[in-house]
């Protein structure tokens, strides 16, 4: 009973010291010289602020507000940044996603790297996991149109691979119908899906046949694009 005590004792004034290091490094941020420490120290400081007994430190709101204010967290970038910019900020279900897809770099800056340790804290803060599908839709069919030739060759490859496993994913779905990704006739001009009218549909074709924008050709006129 008396170590069970001595421990409680010990762990409150780690918390509480931890407290403290968290109130003096938000209140100097500013005035210390980040670039300095290693990666090393970096996660270090982040353990002593977030687990400095080796368990969740269970931060309330304010002191929340304060660690997100500090350069510790590691994003795909390979930059420790705060995480005070407007947005949301994520880590991925699966991490080779980025070796998969390629990703903008607007969206690396999005997402930090997974550290499995700092898996309760990343959940109180905010922080959500984000999985392939979701990559796609939210960060990368949105600047579709600004990828070169190859990147969007890679994705639309990717998709057709995983479409099997991703054709069930509603929020994927609408966001593909309204991205201008299939060449429709003789210019062959990027159409949205949704403009466009289903070939296998034999009254569609006895209607609409004449048009040459009327309906997506070569692969977007099989499996798995329709």
Known sequence: AVMDTWRDYVEDDI???SRQILHSLSHGASELSWDALSTADLDQLLDVVASPDGQPAHLSASEIEKLKRLPLFENLCGERVPLTSAGDYFTLDSPETTDALPMPPSAGSRFLVAKPQYGDLYTDIGISRLSESGVV??????????????????????????WETLSTDEALLAALKEVAFVPVGPGAVLTKPSALLDPSHELLKDIFGEDPQAFPEGEFASEPWL
């Open 137 to 162: 839709s939210r960060f990368l069919l949105p600047e579709f149109g600004a990828m070169t030739k190859a990147q969007q060759t890679s994705m639309l490859t990717w998709l057709r691979q995983q």
């Open 15 to 17: 918390r509480e010291l």
